[in-house]
């Protein structure tokens, strides 16, 4: 999906393109990447780099095209992991600006319909980068709390249950923390490299947003490795109980082995072709079934006491 966006007190949807307008696109159909080349002048493997879902944070200056390819989360709760992270690519150049991305995503939402961007000016394009940032992080944020319930939901379940859909819940959130550490952290590297960039500097940066960027990527970052360290040792915790559950049920099992072993030996030698006494006795199967109900007895409430059970 194309759009145009231009400014008119905040950001409004324009019908065709203008100059000096916002190019939002959102999973580009052939003829959508085709109109970019052929009519926008991007080139095509910038478009191909940006919609590979492995492309890691970066800038670069390409001809007339300041590219900034950063990582931002995606939300799908239909999958078995729900939360992951994809390109957002941003082109900037004289007179546009074109963000490009393979999937609808709640950043661009939060950029244009957000009541906190009505000031957002698309002539000033660097901090209309940053804006980018400071929205991928809350939601980098937002998302991190929505892991932490899920987990907390999925813990409260496997201590009930040891079934292996909870374990395997838990290692989907396991996953999503692990995206969402690596993006943040090229995103971090990739916000200090703006930062440095002779590019940049030429600009007047709104101090106070670069600010509200840098501190909510390291706290978004915090909390990650946090919420990673805690999933981790949950982990372990859980393979250490259900090790120890493993052995508390193989124990209880050999215990109940010992303890019918001993009417199978005495019904054996009873039931052996020798002369035992008992041959013409009428109550000797009724005596056979005492003794072995009598010194099951007693075995298991010598385990018991010794708190073998």
Not at 192 to 217: A, F, G, M, P
Request: charged share 25%; aromatic share 12%.
């Amino acid at each position: 999906m194309l759009t145009f966006w231009k400014q008119d007190n905040g950001l409004k949807p324009a019908q065709e393109y203008e100059r000096d307008c916002w190019i939002n696109v959102e999973e580009p159909t052939s003829a959508e990447i085709e109109q970019l080349v052929e009519e926008f002048k991007v080139p095509d493997y910038l478009i191909n780099d940006i919609l590979d879902a492995d492309e890691s944070s970066r800038t670069e200056v390409d001809g007339r095209w300041l590219v900034v390819i950063l990582r931002i989360p995606i939300y799908q709760h239909d999958e078995d992991v729900p939360f992951f992270t994809i390109p957002l690519g941003i082109l900037i150049s004289m007179h546009n600006i074109v963000t490009i991305c393979a999937q609808e995503n709640e950043v661009i939402k939060d950029v244009i319909y957000s009541p906190k961007n009505r000031n957002l000016r698309l002539n000033d394009k660097v901090n209309f980068i940053l804006q980018l940032f400071l929205s991928s992080s809350n939601f980098y944020l937002k998302y991190l709390k929505e892991i932490n319930r899920i987990t907390n939901d999925i813990e409260s379940e496997l201590e009930k249950s040891t079934k292996n859909k909870e374990l395997y819940a838990l290692l989907n959130m396991e996953k999503c923390l692990v995206f969402f550490m690596t993006s943040l952290k090229s995103n971090e590297l990739l916000l200090n490299k703006l930062q440095r960039s002779k590019v940049i500097n030429n600009e007047e940066i709104n101090e106070d947003l670069l600010d509200d960027v840098t501190v909510e990527y390291k706290q978004a970052l915090e909390i990650t490795k946090v919420y990673s360290d805690i999933q981790n040792g949950r982990m372990d915790a859980f393979a250490s109980v259900i090790s120890n559950n493993l052995n508390v049920v193989m124990r209880r099992l050999t215990l109940i082995t010992i303890v019918l072993m001993f009417p199978a030996m005495i019904s054996g030698f009873f039931g052996m072709n020798i002369i035992n006494g008992f041959e013409n006795n009428p109550f000797a199967f009724w005596w056979i079934i005492g003794v072995t109900v009598f010194t099951s007895g007693l075995i298991f409430i010598f385990l018991n006491r010794s708190r073998f059970f």
